[in-house]
Structures are given as structure tokens and as C-alpha cells.
């Protein structure tokens, strides 16, 4: 919606030039396969749903009283499920929130902050509304990261990995070097998607005083509707997050986030065999994409990213859109021709694959 200027006089003139992200649709129509914003086909945990229910049937009353502000039964789940120390652990609400309190507790230096050409978009948005400098280091032709590019003033560095929208992981040696290279700036790696095949940086926590590793329930733990994202680094970098945190908002998590994911990261079993499936599904969709002649990046996440030399891909989401199936366009320099689609179920693979069969025999 846009205002008239006479309106437009009470924004900040500050809040009037930003930029805002764009989330990925989410339809309100039932019957569409939802392929377009990396979400986790699959339920989260039954212990999740029990832990939610034990709250609504035994502890409803509760609700009247604000929740832990430390979150601390939380952090004492993820620390044990990753070896780590409660200290090390911070919570907020979904990583994107954490993310924020990162740039606002990290970047804001004379140098710009450095990150992938191609990455997540929402890096550039927090770059602006902290008033962060940023610069983007291009992508290798084959849409790697090559960390010696890093190696500059910088006021620090953030990179997904793997990275999005490319799916390309990067090796731990890989970040080492970004590590060893910037001792005096935080390196934060966005682990997002990390649970479906990469190697972690939390393992080199311990040994890094700049490292700062950013995690979600999103995705691999299937709660992106519960909003829940954790960082781990050590203690004088947590302390830092904690500072920002508790000058913005001290109750992030709510009774129902810190119970129900609590549940997730004890049910480490459930947790491992999802990840699997979702692995199998996305090496099976390959196989099937690149028999339909579609060129597909190496991925190590829950979304596969493609192209196909024989229609544009603008015009293929489209298609695919009309058939009852959304997946992720990016109107972007060198990616526009590149379509971002999330890793099914089989059955909602097998959908998407009939489909494009489909609309290639037809546009022939
Ligand atoms: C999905 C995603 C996030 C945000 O996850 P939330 O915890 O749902 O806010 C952060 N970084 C990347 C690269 C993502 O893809």
C-alpha cells in the first residue's frame, strides 16, 4: 500500500527509505504443494504436539505469568543435543531474530560487512536498517564461495552454509581460513539447512573465539509455524546477543516455543530419521529433475536449485503456479534463470515431476 506524502509525514525519514524483505507466499488457499519457502514437508515430532497439549490441558493457567526470559530448560536441551555448554547457547524468536541482534551487535564498524553476491536476502535488509556498510563478494562461476575473496578490510563476515539460494555447502577447512583470517571480526555462519547433509561450525566453536554459528527450528526440526532460532559461540560473544536482546525485547519465546522445541531437541531419534528421509527425497527428486534435462546445483539443504536451458524459468514458475504448485523465482542478476524448489514428500515430488513432464510435452 502506498500513502500520499501529507500522510507519509509521520514515518521516521529513516523507516521511509527502507527496503523491506519480502517472505515467500504462503497461500490461503488449501490444495496448492507449497514448494516455495524451504518449510519441512513433514510433522514435527509427536513429543512437540505432546508437550503443546500437556501446556493447553495442565498448565493453561500458567499462561497468565510471562514465560522464562532466559528460556533456560531451552538452552540446556540445545547445548546437550550439540555438546556445548548452556553458556554458549542464545534463543530468539526464529533465527531471523537472531540474526538482527547479530548485525546490531557485531557489524556496526567502519568496515563493510562481507557476504555472498548470492545468499540469503534478508543480510542486506538488516544491512540497512542497522545502518550497516555492506559489500558483496561475487560467487565463483559455478556459484561456490572461494573464502580467499574475503581476505579485505572488513567489519565482519556472514555467510549461509550451506548457502542459499545455491544449495552449495562449504568445507569446515573453508571456514577456518575465513576464521583464521579475521581475528578481530565475528564470522557468523548461517546454518540454516545445515542438518540435511553439511558439516556444522559448531564443533569449532571451542577453538575460535570469532565464531558465531547461527541455527533454526525451521526447517529441519519442522516448527516454522512456532518460531524458534538459537546462535552458539562462546560466552563473551552470547553476552553480547544477551545485551541486545534484553534492550529490544526480554520475553522472545513464549510458553508454548520454549516447551515445544525443548521437546524437539530431546527427541534426537525422530529428529535424525526426518533429516533422512527428507536427504533420500531430495537425492531421488535430482536423479528425476536431471532426467527432464534440468541443470541442478550439488545440494546439501532441503531445496534443490535448477535450470533448464529450454525454458525460462519466469515463465516455468508461472506455468507450474497455474498446475497448483508455487516454487521461488528470484528477478536477480545471474539467478533469474534459476528456479528454487523445496524438497517434497515423495508423493508431493512425484506430483511436482508429473507436472513439469506435462508442461514440457505441451510447450514443444
Ligand atoms: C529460513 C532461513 C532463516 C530464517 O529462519 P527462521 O528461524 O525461520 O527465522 C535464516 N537463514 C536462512 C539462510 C534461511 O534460509
Known sequence: MTFSTQKMRFWSPEVRELEPYVPGEQPKVTNILKLNTNENPYPPSPQVIEAITTILENQADQLRLYPDSEALSLKQAIAQQQGVDVSEVFVGNGSDEVLAHIFKAFFIQNEPVLSPDISYSFYPVYGQFFQIKTKKIALNENFEVNVKDYVQPNGGIIIANPNA???????????????????????????????????????????????????????????????????????????????????????????????AATASFKDQAYFETQCQKVIENREALI???????????????????????????????????????????????RIDQFLRITVGTDQQNMRLVTVLKDIFAHNK
Open 287 to 333: 536423479g528425476q529433475l536431471q532426467a527432464l534435462d534440468f541443470h541442478v546445483l550439488p545440494s546439501k539443504a532441503n531445496f534443490v536449485f535448477v535450470r533448464h536451458q529450454a525454458i525460462d524459468a519466469k515463465d516455468l514458475a508461472s506455468q507450474l503456479r497455474e498446475q497448483g504448485i508455487i516454487v521461488r523465482h528470484f528477478n536477480q542478476h
Open 165 to 259: 539460494p545455491t544449495s552449495i555447502a562449504l568445507e569446515l577447512s573453508d571456514i577456518e581460513y575465513l576464521l583464521t583470517h579475521n581475528p578481530d571480526r565475528v564470522v557468523v555462519i548461517d546454518e540454516a539447512y545445515v542438518d540435511f547433509g553439511a558439516m556444522s561450525a559448531v564443533g569449532l566453536v571451542a577453538k575460535y573465539e570469532n565464531l558465531m554459528v547461527c541455527q533454526t527450528t525451521s526447517k529441519s526440526r519442522s516448527l516454522a509455524g512456532l518460531r524458534v532460532g538459537f546462535a552458539i559461540a562462546q560466552p563473551h560473544l552470547i553476552a553480547a546477543l544477551d545485551a541486545v536482546k534484553n534492550s529490544f525485547n526480554s520475553y522472545p519465546l513464549d510458553r508454548f516455543a520454549i516447551a
